[in-house]
Every structure is written in C-alpha cells, then in structure tokens.
C-alpha cells in the first residue's frame, strides 16, 4: 500500500540538506517535531517565517541581521577604535562565542579566488579600506582561515591598507590548547614554532 506522506518526506529532504544533517538524522527530527507540533513545530515554523522575511545583511559590517544595523555595530561600547575582518557570519559568531573580542566586525563573504572569479569588489574590500579611513580606526586585525586563500586575501587586505594608519595584526596559528604534538599537521607545528614567544 502506498503511503501517503508526501509533505513529511518533503519536510525530511529538505531538513536533510542542513549541514550535520543526513537523511536518517532529519527524519528523527521530523518525528520529535511531529509528536511535539504545539511546543516545537509551530513555534519553529513562525520564526523561520519572520527571520525569512526579516534577516538581512549588515549595512556597515555584512553581518546578519533583521534591522539595518546589527547590534554590534550600534553598540557604543564597541567603537574601541578595532576591527576584525572575517571571511563569513559564521566566522564572527565563532569569535563572539569566545567573547573576548569588544570591537567591531567586517564580513567579507568569502576570499579572492581567480578561479571562482571572485575579486576584491565582490568581497567589498573598497569598502572595508573606506571603512578604516571614515572610522579612524587604530587596528585591523585579518582573522582569515589559514588557506591559500585565505592568507592570499590577507595580504592582499594589508597592502590596500598600507597607506593607513591603522595597524595590521593578524590572529596567532600553532597548537591549539589541549592540543598533542603527535596529532597535529606540520602546517599547525610549523606556525606555532614561527609565533613561538617569550615565556
């Protein structure tokens, strides 16, 4: 006999693209919604729509929002004259998470690639160097991955903000804490014995 479950196999598909997600995973959590339609689904399903009307990009930074200006960059108590450039939102939400950087935010959406034609006008660099001058800011600091393209944006972010005063920093690459030497890449050994400091 046919099943007649077409809009919970759609609802399935599509949860199962979510990344961390797989077929078996979205349909368990299908089923909990299901059971739990008054305290999980419906609630889910109006936030979904108001964020899918609402959600925007950051006019200043690129972060994501539902008001024209994130929180971050409207809060006073982050003008501290720093900016963190990241590669995505979900890199700046990792920083957040730590809660240790108090400055401000610019999202690039990406790194230069030749290949995917992606230069420094889809990445908004202008207007980060145009960001750095407007605000004065005192310090940028490249908080890229650790790739070939992202290192190749950093220096190509550094060298269009030469002519600056602010000071070009970027964050520290080696061994992670709680880290063992036998299990790191030679990459990561390699750039915690360059950053190696005093102690």
Wanted: include cysteine; aromatic fraction near 2%.
């Amino acid at each position: 006999m046919a099943r007649d479950e077409t809009g919970i196999e759609a609802l399935i598909e599509l949860m199962a693209r979510l990344p961390g997600l797989g077929p078996r995973s979205a349909r368990r959590a299908v089923l909990v919604l299901l059971k739990k339609r008054a305290q999980l689904m419906a609630p889910l399903a109006q936030s979904l729509a108001e964020v899918a009307l609402a959600a925007k990009e950051c006019r200043l930074c690129g972060n994501i929002s539902t008001t024209e200006t994130c929180g971050i960059c409207t809060d006073p108590a982050r003008a501290t004259g720093e900016i963190c450039v990241v590669e995505d939102v979900a890199d700046l939400w990792a920083l957040e998470r730590g809660q240790v950087f108090k400055g401000r935010y610019h999202v690039l959406g990406g790194t230069l690639s030749a290949l995917d034609a992606i230069g420094p006008d889809e990445l908004g660099i202008p207007r980060l160097v145009a960001r750095v001058a407007e605000e004065g800011l005192r310090e940028v600091i490249l908080a890229l991955n650790a790739t070939v393209d992202g290192q190749t944006t950093a220096h190509y972010i550094a060298d269009a903000l030469s002519g600056t005063e602010a000071q070009i920093t970027t964050l520290a690459q080696g061994v992670p804490i709680g880290g063992e030497l036998d299990y790191l890449d030679d990459g990561t050994i390699g750039a915690a014995l360059r950053a190696r400091r005093r102690v």
